[in-house]
């Protein structure tokens, strides 16, 4: 019974720029890391792995350059890595990139589990779990901070809400993203690492995965892109000035105008 | 001479460093406090496999060449030169005594222990009578029943605190003086083992040293670590490499406190500007990188030369010597350039300063290791 985290190669988002003109997002020439968040879906599966044994797959779908993020899953303890890589699946929308994802994801097979982090640092969509789910026609959770119970065939997970948690039961296999809160990610050992280094890499394209080209073209995206702005600078603060006294009247005063108190 | 890293020597590096700047860094000012490395860094250190770097695979250990292991070990002295000499003391004294010298079955027994940090290794050499002068050790070994009977008193023992066994060496043939010296491997269960107090050190003092004394402590014939009598030659040997080691732990802890100071003198403003801009505090900064990059290339080489199986003694005794008054020239300097607040706690040249200390005392103090280079250099 497999596990299969989906991860992917991020940019450092510290250097990240947005041309509103082109209305794109400039992504800096450096290598890219591990995105964030799937750090925890990784840690996660490999924990659960412990207990119940079974395979850890980690897959990703993106340019060789994306090896290094399944490089690092194997070296933290992934047993297996797949790229889903083709000139084809370049600049997919959220829709096609899930719905690649769900072939590689069918290819694989015998999973009880899909995992991902709850959204990719770059895109911010937080999209791609929920439709991985429904091109698979699975069960799905999402923002888990918490596994109760696991078995073969289901599992009682706590979601994340805006000021506590759901208790969700679902029956497996299913797709679960889950949020940072759910564990402390490991960090690779010199020896996983040094494995992981020279382990092979499972890559496959359009035609291993039997999807026809024009399921991929322009016309069959779901979203379009109106425009991209970076988010508004922030308001510039006030400092207040005078003896701490009063700095501190003055802040109160200001706190009741605003009815923060 | 330009060092030309392997990419698995680049990747273990890399590795270790993440490792550092993640787990070590903000905790390194805690654990000198605490005075020790928490058990919690310890399993840590252990999963990682940072217990085991150069034991070979077959025992466990990820069997790491001398420039990759160094490589390691400063990129843990640069953030914590008290837990990387508790790496150290295990690595390059307890399992390279055991790489070496160890039969086949002590090495099944111990080794793959070591390798995962299950067991912590110490070495117990000096004695409050014997320190640069280590072939005068006063502790004896006398044969009985099968077996090895020891008395007498070790001192500073690295480690000593969490180890599970202890390479202790002691005299077989007194009169034989340092050509009666044996090696043993002594459990901490064996009866007659007694562990002193934590000591209170001005630097590195997450690390925990100890006295340890044996009192009619048996310990069994296959415990006999190497060849009878030839235990001064094995000491020696064993800190040939091992000094490598502390050479790496000054050069670390050099370029940390550098780093600190240029940061600094570009960010700290006096006479409306920063001091960087001030010759004088340039000409320290470049004394100070101009010596760590010689220091550097020492090290790495002396690690490179005991990798491919050269005579390093002189190579290894010359990077320790100069690291270690590299390291010290550094620190003092980084105090300086911080001012008042290079003494406070709060910055790390403080403990920077006090750290790089103990690199000009042990695994032979400065004075021991320019006896050795006049040695090397005068063999004719
Ligand atoms: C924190 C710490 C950890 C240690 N860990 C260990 C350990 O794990 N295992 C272990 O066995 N030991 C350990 N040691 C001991 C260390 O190796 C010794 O302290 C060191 O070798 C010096 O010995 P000594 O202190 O007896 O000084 P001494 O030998 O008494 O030296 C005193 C001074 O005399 C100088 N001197 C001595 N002989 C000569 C000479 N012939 N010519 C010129 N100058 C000379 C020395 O250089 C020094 O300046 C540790 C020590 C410390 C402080």
């Given at each position: 019974m497999n596990i299969i985290i989906c991860i992917k190669q991020v940019p450092d988002i510290g250097s990240i720029k947005v041309d509103p003109q082109a209305k794109k997002i400039i992504f800096p020439d450096s290598?890219?890391?591990?995105?964030?968040?799937?750090?925890?879906?990784?840690?996660?599966?490999?924990?659960?792995?412990?207990?119940?044994?079974?395979?850890?797959?980690?897959?990703?779908?993106?340019?060789?350059?994306?090896?290094?993020?399944?490089?690092?899953?194997?070296?933290?303890?992934?047993?297996?890595?797949?790229?889903?890589?083709?000139?084809?699946?370049?600049?997919?929308?959220?829709?096609?990139?899930?719905?690649?994802?769900a072939q590689g994801i069918k290819k694989i097979g015998d999973y009880y589990l899909i995992l991902f982090g709850k959204q990719a640092v770059d895109g911010d969509s937080s999209l791609i779990p929920a439709e991985v789910a429904e091109w698979l026609d699975l069960p799905q959770v999402i923002f888990v901070k918490k596994f109760d119970e696991l078995t073969d065939d289901m599992a009682n997970v706590r979601r994340m809400t805006e000021d506590g948690y759901d208790t969700v039961e679902i029956s497996l296999p299913a797709v679960i993203s889950v949020v940072k809160e759910i564990n402390e990610?490991?960090?690779?050992?010199?020896?996983g690492k040094m494995r992981a280094k020279s382990a092979k890499i499972t890559v496959w394209n359009t035609q291993d995965l039997q999807v026809e080209e024009n399921r991929l073209g322009e016309n069959q995206k779901s979203a379009q892109i109106i425009s991209v702005s970076p988010p508004p600078p922030r308001p510039k603060g006030e400092i207040l000035e005078g003896s701490p006294e009063e700095i501190a009247e003055k802040l109160a005063a200001k706190l009741r105008e605003a009815q923060v108190i | 001479m330009v060092f030309e890293l392997t990419e698995e020597q680049k990747l273990v590096r890399d590795t270790a460093r993440d490792f550092a700047q993640k787990r070590l860094k903000p905790v390194a000012l805690e654990l000198d406090e605490k005075e020790e490395v928490t058990p919690k860094i310890m399993k840590e250190l252990g999963e990682l496999g940072y217990f085991g770097i150069i034991i070979p695979e077959k025992y466990g250990g990820s069997g790491l060449d001398s420039l990759s292991y160094i490589l390691i070990l400063e990129e843990i002295a640069k953030v914590s030169a008290g837990v990387m000499i508790t790496v150290s003391v295990h690595n390059s004294l307890f399992c390279q005594a055991l790489n070496k010298f160890a039969n086949e079955e002590q090495k099944q027994k111990y080794l793959p222990k070591m390798a995962t940090g299950e067991w912590i290794g110490a070495y117990a050499l000096t004695e409050p009578h014997s320190g640069t002068d280590a072939g005068a050790l006063r502790t004896k070994a006398e044969f009985k029943n099968k077996g090895y009977v020891l008395n007498g008193e070790k001192l500073f023992v690295t480690n000593a605190g969490l180890a599970d066994v202890f390479v202790v060496f002691a005299s077989t043939k007194p009169e034989l003086k340092a050509k009666g010296i044996s090696c043993f491997i002594v459990e901490k269960s064996f009866k007659g083992l007694n562990i002193g107090a934590k000591e209170k050190k001005l630097g590195i003092k997450a690390s925990d040293t100890r006295a340890i004394s044996l009192v009619d402590c048996f310990v069994p014939q296959e415990n006999l670590l190497g060849?009878?009598?030839?235990?001064?030659?094995?000491?020696?040997?064993?800190?040939?490499?091992?000094?490598?080691?502390?050479?790496?732990?000054?050069?670390?802890?050099?370029?940390?406190?550098?780093?600190?100071?240029?940061?600094?003198?570009?960010?700290?403003?006096?006479?409306?500007?920063?001091?960087?801009?001030?010759?004088?505090?340039?000409?320290?900064?470049?004394?100070?990188?101009?010596?760590?990059?010689?220091?550097?290339?020492?090290?790495?080489?002396?690690?490179?030369?005991?990798?491919?199986?050269?005579?390093?003694?002189?190579?290894?005794?010359?990077?320790?010597?100069?690291?270690?008054?590299?390291?010290?020239?550094?620190?003092?300097?980084?105090?300086?350039?911080?001012?008042?607040?290079?003494?406070?706690?709060?910055?790390?040249?403080?403990?920077?300063?006090?750290?790089?200390?103990?690199?000009?005392?042990?695994?032979?103090?400065?004075?021991?290791?320019?006896?050795?280079i006049f040695r090397e250099i005068s063999k004719g």
């Open positions: 290598p890219g890391v591990l995105n964030p968040f799937d750090a925890y879906a990784l840690e996660e599966a490999l924990r659960i792995k412990e207990k119940r044994g079974g395979k850890v797959f980690g897959l990703s779908l993106g340019g060789p350059e994306s090896e290094f993020c399944l490089r690092e899953a194997l070296s933290l303890g992934a047993d297996e890595a797949v790229l889903l890589s083709d000139e084809k699946f370049k600049n997919l929308d959220a829709y096609l990139t899930s719905f690649v994802l990610p490991r960090l690779p050992s010199l020896k | 060849i009878p009598n030839e235990g001064f030659k094995m000491a020696l040997e064993i800190l040939d490499s091992g000094r490598i080691g502390v050479a790496a732990q000054a050069l670390g802890i050099a370029e940390a406190a550098f780093e600190e100071s240029l940061k600094y003198a570009k960010e700290r403003k006096q006479f409306d500007q920063p001091i960087a801009n001030f010759q004088a505090i340039q000409f320290k900064l470049a004394d100070m990188a101009t010596r760590i990059e010689a220091a550097r290339h020492l090290v790495y080489n002396a690690a490179q030369m005991s990798n491919n199986n050269h005579d390093f003694v002189k190579q290894a005794s010359m990077a320790k010597l100069f690291a270690s008054e590299v390291a010290n020239f550094v620190a003092n300097e980084a105090v300086q350039i911080h001012g008042g607040y290079g003494y406070m706690k709060e910055y790390p040249v403080e403990r920077y300063f006090r750290d790089a200390r103990i690199t000009e005392i042990y695994e032979g103090t400065s004075e021991a290791q320019r006896i050795t």
